[in-house]
């Protein structure tokens, strides 16, 4: 069972552009939620988390919007830059626990063409 | 600040034969410590993860392992590997105590053959 969905495998934008990364999840005690950037061969990096209690967060060229009522989050990236190409992947965890047992959505391949 | 090291960067090992990964965690003490795998075209699975030295939480029953030997240092390994062990590895690192972000390492590309 996918709690966490990415359903855009991929998504290619013209630079300059907005790119907007979408990420659904079932489970209702996701409390946190991330993204992180990943680039071939190399570890995910850490982009811009958002608790619950907001539904918005901004960070730089960066910001996520959270729908809870709808079980949905958004990574707006603007403008987009060549170097952003990357793979995108959403991730949750639950009030339960303190520790960081994220559950990953299935990544979406972001392309910025120049 | 914090790193975090694990290798080897690539692996390609016979089906039935031994595994050791192996990672460490610079800068920080006391840190959750986290083994995900990325299978071909998938997102990334929670192994085990490790809360101090030798407490170790499996996720997945599966053919691997997970040990703490070290405050800061976190290894997978399995007696016999499978086909279906084949994947990118990957060992993170997260404050412990507070709702924070894994930092992850480069991984380890393991093939089985």
């Known amino acids: 069972d996918q709690q966490v969905k990415q359903n855009s495998p991929s998504l290619s934008v013209q630079e300059g552009r907005i790119s907007i990364l979408n990420c659904d999840y079932t489970n209702s005690m996701f409390d946190y939620f991330l993204w992180y950037k990943k680039y071939p061969a190399e570890g995910p990096t850490f982009l811009i988390s958002?608790?619950?209690?907001?539904d918005k967060n901004e960070d730089g060229r960066f910001t996520v919007f959270l729908n809870k009522s709808a079980k949905h989050l958004s990574l707006h990236i603007v403008p987009s830059q060549p170097g952003d190409s990357a793979v995108y992947f959403c991730a949750a965890s639950d009030g339960g626990t303190s520790y960081g047992k994220l559950t990953f959505g299935q990544g979406t391949i972001l392309t910025v063409h120049p | 600040s914090q790193t975090i090291h694990q290798w080897p960067a690539t692996l390609v090992q016979p089906v039935g034969s031994p595994l050791s990964l192996e990672c460490t965690v610079e800068g920080t003490s006391n840190p959750n410590l986290y083994w995900y795998r990325q299978a071909a075209g998938r997102g990334l699975q929670l192994l085990f993860y490790?809360?101090?030295?030798?407490?170790i939480s499996s996720e997945v029953p599966q053919n691997l392992s997970a040990s703490r030997p070290q405050d800061r240092q976190f290894i997978l390994s399995s007696k016999k590997l499978l086909l279906s062990d084949s994947g990118f590895y990957l060992c993170?690192?997260?404050?412990?105590?507070?709702?924070?972000?894994?930092?992850f390492g480069n991984g380890t590309r393991l093939t089985v053959t």
């Open positions: 993170a690192w997260s404050l412990s105590g507070i709702r924070s972000p894994l930092h």
């Open positions: 490790s809360v101090g030295i030798g407490q």
């Open positions: 958002i608790s619950s209690i907001k």
